[in-house]
């Protein structure tokens, strides 16, 4: 399943095995795209999350924001695959040694 946001620049396309989800985020995520990240990453029925942000070009606070909640809502269930621009922002935000974060 695609989503677009507001922003042509963004897209999460989504993919389920049993219940584990990968959500594939490619563009900017930022305020008027990180709910929509948020709603494909947190459908009913999945346990395990695989964010993958490789693709990501720009993430803000917005996208922090959500990002917490999903760490929040998926615990140690969740794994995220960041691209150097994200890793930057979350090393700079404080969060770039959190377990959830892959290499």
Do not use: C, K
Not at 23 to 41: F, L, N, P, Q, W
Not at 81 to 102: A, F, M, N, Y
């Amino acid at each position: 399943m695609d989503q677009q946001g507001a922003d042509s620049n963004f897209s999460a396309t989504t993919r389920a095995d049993g219940e584990h989800l990968t959500v594939t985020v490619a563009g900017e995520v930022d305020m008027a795209t990180a709910e929509t990240m948020y709603a494909a990453a947190t459908p009913s029925g999945v346990a395990r999350l695989t964010l993958d942000l490789r693709a990501v070009t720009f993430f803000d606070s917005a996208a922090i924001h959500a990002l917490v909640r999903l760490a929040g809502a998926y615990g140690e269930a969740l794994a995220v695959l960041p691209s150097s621009q994200v890793r930057r922002v979350l090393d700079i935000s404080g969060l770039g040694d959190q377990p959830w974060l892959e290499a």
